[in-house]
């Protein structure tokens, strides 16, 4: 993102927790700072991408980010959260901007400018932000007000999980019947139970590969999007069955 965003031109400054990535940063022709304060002084706008809900809580509103933005900016999240996180923070931002644009996609897509947002916040704070998150997001899909990115995010991952989940039964399945998974995934990509993740997942050749590539990040957006449903009354139904069957075919 940051090369993306350097190459376009844009004056972009980054948190460097360490000297070699400070380092980094700077051949990268970024520059450098040491603290969360120096990002946020005199930027048009601030983009956040870390891994967790609790280190976008303790970033945003533990940290001294924002009170150091200016009003008038905007905020832009990309990390994976609550939704209630990110309506605390726009709460707390003021006269600041606050969208929450979850990413999907790999350092591919970001390489290639082709990764996937979905964007809440205002038609207004979207425009604004659009000239620098087009440097690495393509498509750019505002979904509704704050929050919705998140929760668009959140069950588009439990629909991922869900998938795997599917796959790992039909493996169990085809073991059942003598067909084996290495011969099982490459057909099935060629009938009519193709998919994306099918063809993601034959490229890594077996569903427990794929899953212990992606586990991580797909295991910690599961458990926020169970909390909210749970908070909201409601549950994962036929989706949460199916992530279940993940965990049982992998143990």
Same mark, same amino acid.
């Given at each position: ?39 946020g ?17 303790e ?71 659009r ?7 393509d ?7 704050v ?18 989940? @599917? ?16 011969? @099982? ?67």
């Amino acid at each position: 993102m940051v090369a993306r965003l350097v190459g376009a031109g844009h004056d972009v400054r980054v948190l460097g927790r360490s000297a070699d990535k400070r380092c980094e940063l700077d051949r990268m022709g970024a520059r450098a700072v040491a603290d969360m304060a120096q990002v946020g002084a005199d930027a048009d706008i601030v983009v956040v991408c870390v891994f967790t809900d609790e280190q976008l809580q303790e970033v945003c509103l533990a940290g001294e980010l924002l009170p150091s933005i200016a009003p008038g900016s905007a905020l832009v999240v990309h990390t994976t959260a609550s939704p209630r996180t990110i309506e605390a923070i726009a709460a707390r931002a003021g006269a600041v901007d606050v969208v929450d644009a979850a990413v999907s996609g790999g350092p591919h897509d970001v390489a290639a400018g082709q990764l996937t947002l979905f964007v809440g916040g205002s038609q207004r704070a979207m425009t604004r932000v659009r000239p620098a998150l087009g440097c690495y997001g393509d498509p750019m899909l505002r979904v509704g007000p704050v929050g919705a990115g998140q929760k668009v995010k959140l069950i588009n991952n439990a629909l991922f999980a869900a998938h795997i989940g @599917l796959l790992a039964e039909s493996v169990r399945v085809g073991e059942r019947l003598g067909v084996p998974e290495s011969a @099982l995934l490459p057909a099935l990509a060629h009938g009519s139970a193709t998919s994306r993740v099918l063809n993601l997942i034959a490229a890594k050749g077996s569903v427990s590969a794929f899953a212990d590539a992606t586990g991580g990040f797909v295991g910690k957006d599961v458990a926020v999007v169970r909390d909210i449903t749970d908070e909201l009354g409601t549950d994962l139904g036929a989706l949460d069955d199916a992530i279940k069957a993940l965990g049982d075919a992998l143990g």
